[in-house]
């Protein structure tokens, strides 16, 4: 392989792996919101047309934050949804809830997830194949 293709190549490398380690250096961002006090805090929230008013936002004040969190429940005696930044991670469940006194229940969710603004909607499809393969379809076209 040519000189000039190698360092093609090796340049390509280089800039992709700074790039993941500048954004990873930067701290985790989540969406942070809680219905009760914030209108555009839905239960669902898309990962194409998320909220114009609710973007995710740094998690810098929660020390050593990793986990971005969604939960949705009874939360102040309303029906609800909090999104916000955890050092913990709080696991991916849901289960019915009845409290005393009331003869419905209802469904109470937990959802966490490890990426930049993985928190809006409760299904987490996030995955590393584009910085997979971006390199590899890179280094292949200076191949030809």
């Not at 047309?49 to 998690?59: D, G, K, V, Y």
């Not at 469904?107 to 997979?132: D, E, K, S």
Request: net charge positive; proline share 6%.
């Amino acid at each position: 392989m040519e000189k000039r293709k190698m360092s093609a190549i090796h340049a390509t490398y280089i800039t992709i792996g700074l790039l993941v380690i500048s954004k990873s250096a930067r701290g985790l961002d989540c969406y942070q919101c809680d219905s009760s006090t914030d209108l555009h805090c839905p239960s669902l929230l898309s990962y194409q047309a998320p909220s114009r008013s609710l973007l995710p936002s740094s998690c810098h004040r929660v020390m050593e934050a990793r986990y971005c969190i969604k939960t949705t429940g009874m939360f102040e005696g309303q029906l609800g949804t909090k999104r916000f930044c955890s050092s913990r991670d709080w696991g991916n469940y849901c289960e019915w809830v009845r409290r005393p006194g009331d003869e419905r229940e209802y469904r109470a969710c937990v959802f966490t997830c490890q990426m930049n603004g993985c928190n809006p909607a409760p299904t987490i499809h996030h995955t590393h194949t584009p910085l997979i393969i971006l390199p590899l379809l890179l280094g292949i076209r200076f191949l030809m």
